[in-house]
């Protein structure tokens, strides 16, 4: 099983989002970014230092959202979803292939993550208008 945090940021009826890059079984699927949490990391303290290591941001976690657990073919995801906020004019792409703004309305559109799609649909339910 493997524990993970992943960030949430909604600006404008548009949400960012990541692409992963091309290898391993979830290659160029598009995700929420995040990553492992480590030994005696809070969820908070895990989604901060994935941020700036993947991203190059400093971001402020505002709100818990929701929790998925996912079986894929090779392990089990646990995955913590948190608000976060933060300047994302720029940014730098350590860890990813890609990286958007996206409307919500249009969220569906990409290939996600199985594990990411609950997310997508709780936006999509409480967000779109």
Not at 4 to 27: D, H, M, S, W, Y
Not at 110 to 118: H, N, Q, T
Request: one cysteine or more; glycine letters at 4%; proline letters at 3%.
């Amino acid at each position: 099983m493997i524990e993970v945090v992943a960030g949430l940021i909604i600006k404008e009826n548009t949400v960012f989002c990541t692409q992963r890059k091309n290898k391993g079984p979830l290659a160029l699927k598009w995700e929420f970014p995040g990553g492992k949490i480590e030994a005696g990391e809070t969820h908070s303290e895990a989604l901060v230092r994935e941020l700036k290591e993947e991203l190059e941001i400093d971001v402020v976690v505002k709100k818990y959202y929701m929790t998925i657990t996912h079986k894929y073919p090779s392990f089990e995801l646990v995955m913590h979803v948190y608000k976060f906020e933060g300047d994302l004019s720029v940014y730098k792409l350590n860890e990813h292939e890609a990286a958007l703004w996206i409307d919500i309305d249009n969220l569906m559109s990409l290939d996600w993550a199985e594990a990411d799609i609950p997310i997508v649909e709780k936006i999509i339910a409480e967000e779109s208008h």
